[in-house]
């Protein structure tokens, strides 16, 4: 296969394309054949509306190179603006192949300090952001195995460190990406019956919620590499939305600069059992056992 056509004639959906690492995935996708959705509703950092209009921007690009693409706004955490969406890219194209789910904020506060509005919004964005828009391309794609049509389909969701690992100042962010953790690997399980893949990234490059976390690294260099443009992380994801990764569900992979890297989740650790109820008094050297057994835990970023 060509690989700059990796993506022939597949129509994929990438959320929060309008700018930082989700425009990149549409024009990466685009330079591959596809025919994109640009969905962004043009939001400030922190979610407040604007009057911008990004998504079509984005889609000018991509004309202008050649290519097939038409802007979307709905919001994907509103259940009916997820399913406009899908049908969007199903009536403009034909059909849905790949969703990129990349939409977020952030609204950073140390855990003591966060409101509960700033806790709803940010789990809204991102997890429902991810399930919503997941929920009703699977509906579309499981009646499309139904009908006896080959479904040959992809999700590729966005997770992070933050989620993996834990970041200080940002409880909210980093519960909603490790829900989508979570989430990823459910959905693996469930959509594979329709001929559905499921995996996530965790990405570090420089945008505009990641500046001012990391502001002492993610400067752009004055020449040569840019490890922190979010364009490296763009072709692992379009090769996760391309028939070449049929085989590869379930996964959680890191994505910074040139490195790509299998993330290891959460596993059985070592165990003691001593078949019967423990007496609290005896668990203080069992607990000891374990954690100088076990591996240390990875760094929470911040910390």
């Given at each position: 296969m060509d690989q700059q056509l990796i993506c022939a004639d597949r129509t994929v959906i990438v959320t929060g394309a309008g700018r930082g690492i989700g425009r990149a995935h549409a024009l990466a996708f685009a330079?591959?054949?596809?025919r994109v959705v640009v969905n962004d509703v043009g939001t400030a950092l922190d979610g407040a509306p604007t009057s911008e209009t990004p998504a079509q921007q984005?889609?000018?690009e991509i004309v202008a190179a050649g290519g097939q693409a038409v802007a979307n706004y709905d919001d994907v955490a509103d259940w009916d603006g997820a399913?406009?969406?899908?049908?969007?890219?199903?009536?403009?194209?034909?059909?849905?192949?790949?969703l990129v789910n990349n939409a977020g904020f952030v609204r950073d506060r140390m855990l003591v300090n966060l409101s509960e509005?700033?806790?709803?919004?940010?789990?809204?964005?991102?997890?429902?952001g991810h399930f919503a828009t997941m929920r009703h391309a699977a509906e579309y794609w499981r009646g499309e195995a139904k009908a006896g049509r080959a479904v040959d389909a992809r999700v590729i969701n966005t997770s992070s460190g933050a989620g993996l690992q834990g970041s200080v100042g940002q409880g909210n962010y980093g519960a909603a990406k490790a829900g989508i953790a979570g989430l990823t690997l459910t959905a693996a399980a469930e959509f594979g019956r329709y001929g559905v893949?499921?995996?996530?990234?965790?990405?570090?490059?420089?945008t505009r919620m990641t500046e001012t976390v990391f502001?002492?690294?993610?400067?752009?260099?004055?020449?040569?590499?840019?490890?922190?443009?979010?364009?490296n992380i763009s072709?692992?994801?379009?090769?996760?939305?391309s028939s070449e990764s049929a085989?590869?569900?379930g996964r959680m992979f890191e994505v910074e600069g040139g490195k790509v890297a299998l993330a290891e989740g959460w596993r059985h650790g070592i165990a003691v059992d001593r078949g019967a109820r423990w007496d609290p008094a005896e668990l203080g050297p069992v607990v000891a056992q374990l954690i100088e057994k076990g591996a240390e835990p990875e760094p929470v970023y911040g910390a």
């Open positions: 330079a591959a054949g596809a984005v889609v000018d399913r406009r969406l899908v049908r969007q890219a199903v009536d403009t194209f034909g059909g849905l192949d790949v509005e700033e806790w709803d919004a940010v789990i809204r964005v991102h997890l429902k893949t499921v995996n996530a990234i965790a990405p570090a490059a420089r502001a002492d690294t993610m400067a752009a260099p004055d020449a040569g590499f840019d490890a922190m443009d979010p364009a072709p692992l994801v379009v090769w996760l939305g085989e590869v569900t």
